[in-house]
């Protein structure tokens, strides 16, 4: 971040320098176009080349520099006052006997050291690299808030607006709420007018040039970019000063472009327009809408423009690009590489003697020492010989490694970590130590640890040579980057249009390597909605491991490989699929596919990884129960049953045969079914009370026809039968917690057992098939009406027809008040035909818009939690019977081959 805001600050303090220089010389449109390069300086993280003229490497050069803020940043915050410090020194030299009239002169020098010591805290450098990422992403978050915060405030106050006729392609509405109009909206923009706008058609004619102007310029989503821009950096005040300075130019390279779309005799009548509309005022930098507020200074400013007729100086607009140009190759690119001199072979051969080579402070308290194990050297508190415990006295150890055949660095167990690594161009370093929780407690051992840590980085970092890179797991350096995190941040060139890299959180127990989580190009409003997520991959120790995949539901993680110190590489998706709608599942399906096989053939082709399989670990049990679960998930098709016991003790039997179309949610959930539970196995005797319980209890059947595999799960006691067909037998297992006390004696309703692991597969089945005789209406010549009521009772009412206990099952459903688009403004039948594949002149024939309210009522809980949606409210109508809902639906009717058919039904709009 260091490197943009240097690179930033230039063309910010450049651009803002021309300004003067340039208006009313050159095109106003252009002078607010150079605002571009900023953004994107503060946008695009890195630099996209190097240069030896970057700023970054004539800063490097400036050596006084570059020590003035080393030396600021070694600063120390005094950890109390000197005063203090020496009175504790001195009481502890009284205790030991020595009182205070007996001090020698070297004694009071040793007192005054160890005063200063004392009062010595955290440096200006380890408060920044403590506190500084934390404040930074608090600091955007509030940003982002106070951003969300004053956008829904102006969204408020443009409720309930009237709408007029104008002559416009965009919406007008008329409101008394606002002191200036505006344009609003970024997806769907409107244009909102003050009733003083309407004073005069010139006035208004004016007025919607204005705003049209902003509109061609795409001026709301430059303001987003002004806002990304505030929320990232929202501790720079030259950020704050050229998000003002460019929203300006917005306004005068809208003047100019309104005028031209008027006509130049309008310049003059236009600049009339602006004096009387512009209200006086300010408003936020982190507003999205166009409004036309600002000072006395500001209209003195444009009007000024608009009569002077900006006129082009070429020379002068030359003179401009040319600087720009070179500013901006200067500042998005970075320093090259220093090459190899004969200063760093020297430092790099001495770097054991310089790293024993303690300050006097440190020499009293620590002992230095080469170890067998191959570490530069190893750092001990010097204790006496008959110590308590020995092994308390170890700080910490450097270690160098060759790159040539290095594999990752050594098992250290769960006890110890490895931190703060450093390479050159021949070597790893590291240093490892032990976890907190294993050191002696108490002050000085603190102290002397934090001081020998920071003495190692002096001398490592400052080596000539030597940069710091993430501690984790590395590649073959045969590889193009070292780092197996940045090869898997280094997406392939199919998929860097539509996939971005995202930060995701990493425990700090040491549990997880690393992490890299893998997202659709949305926006952030998407994102916020949890649309796009395709996958993340994590690097987990061996205790992370067995937690997850044998201890708790792992339904959507896959374990695909593992490391030679007994890493594992995993892979999590997403569940329950939400995708944008914009793209369609179609895309979102070949990306949540694509990404994982890039992730799996980049993790396989790394030096030290090996494959591995959750089969390898299973026991006898759950390898028996796999290869059933196996057999069914890989057959062509399935027959499911499903046998439900009512309350007078008969039983009901819903079935479905031929299942072929597997959603792969519910064969990961089941492919998991054997290492998400404890299973017992009845080979010799099954007891009486289970054999009757089992008798009056639901049964779920997935099975492969033809007397193949299959699986009979019971509801009450979670219990399975597992055959593997043609006559291999059939086998009784019994399932329960991995751990009893905390899953049923916690949490007992989040116990789901394999019944209700696998219920919810049976259910969307179930609803498939009822839905599928009214998927297609047939086109007779009804009316458009008609037709969408006829789809829609069919859909929703099948609800009222599935099988009792599913997740869609109704006691009541009803669809009303079905109403047909029929007069939709031209931009959105395009955008809309755009989605859908139609042609826009065919509105109304073959596709056309609807929306519907249902009524209903959840036959039971899992029921209304999986109905429940954005528009469902309670049915709030005298009489309505407990427990009614409804909700608002909306969709598309499209003409096929078969038919009339729904595209896109939900709740959430077009």
Known sequence: MKSILITSSILILLIAALRPLLRGRIDPRIQYALWLAAALRLLLPGSLFTSAYSALALLERADRGAEIVETIGQTSIPAQSYDSARAQVVEEYRRQGVPEAQLTPSDLMAIDTQARELMRGPTLAELAAKYARPVWLGGAALMALWFAAVNWKLRRRLRGVRRIEADCPLPVYVTDTLPSPCLCGTLRPRIY????????????????????????HKDPWWALVRCACLCLYWFDPLVWWAAALSRRDCELACDEGAIRALGEEERIPYGRTLVGMIAAGRTSLLQTATTMTGGKRRVRERVK??????KTVIALALAAALLVGCAVGCTFSGAPETPLDAQREPQLLDLPSRLNDLPEELAAKVSTQDTESGALTTYRL??????????????????SFQKE?????????????????????????????????????????????????????????????????EPGFYLNPAQPAYSLQARLRDLPAELQSDVVIREVDIPEDGSTRFAVSYWMKLSEEEWDAGAGHLANVYLWSETAFRSAFYEGDHSGMTCFARTDDHYYFVITQPTSAAYPRDAGPERYQELFDAVPEFVRETVLAA?????????????????????????????????????????????????????TDYDSYWVRRLNTLAVDFEWEAFTDHIPDELLKSMQQDSALTISVPNGGPALILHQRDDVIWASHGD????????ASPHNPEETLGTHPFLWPGPYGKLRGWFDEVDIAALRAPSAFIPDDGQSHEEIARAWAEGWEGAMAKAAPGG??????????????????????????????GQAVEDFGKTWFPFGYQTVFIPENGNAMNQLMAGSTEEYAVDGAPDRMLHAGRVGYMIL???????WEPGCTGW
């Not at 006559?727 to 019994?734: R, S, W």
Request: charged fraction near 25%; proline fraction near 5%; include cysteine.
């Open 193 to 216: 007018v003050t009733p003083a706008a309407l004073d005069g058609p010139d006035r208004l004619r004016h007025v919607l040039a204005h705003e049209l102007t902003h509109y061609r």
């Open 305 to 310: 423009l608009i009569a002077r007729r900006p």
């Open 382 to 399: 010097a204790v006496p010989a008959d110590w308590e415990n020995p092994a308390f006295a170890y700080i910490l150890s450097v270690y």
């Open 405 to 469: 055949g290095f594999r990752g660095w050594p098992a250290g167990g769960e006890d110890s970590l490895w931190e703060m690594a450093a390479q050159s161009d021949t070597h790893y370093y590291a240093v490892h130590r032990w976890r907190e929780e294993l050191y002696p407690s108490g002050y000085e051992y603190w102290d002397v640890h934090r001081a020998v840590r920071q003495y190692v980085e002096k001398v490592l970092f400052s080596t000539e040579g030597v940069e710091q890179i």
């Open 607 to 659: 030096q030290g990884v090996e494959p591995f399989d959750t089969e390898d670990a299973l026991t006898p049990t759950q390898a028996d129960i796999r290869s059933v679960t196996d057999a069914i998930a890989n057959a062509p098709s399935l027959n499911m049953a499903l046998t439900v016991k009512q309350d007078d003790g008969t039983s009901a039997a819903y079935i479905r045969r031929d299942v």
């Open 727 to 734: 006559g291999k037998g059939t086998t009784l297992y019994q």
């Open 807 to 836: 997740r869609y099952t109704c006691t009541y459903v009803d669809v009303r008040d079905v109403q047909v688009e029929t007069d939709w403004p031209e931009n959105s039948r395009r955008s809309s035909a755009q989605r859908l």
């Open 896 to 902: 096929t081959d078969q038919g009339w058919t729904c």
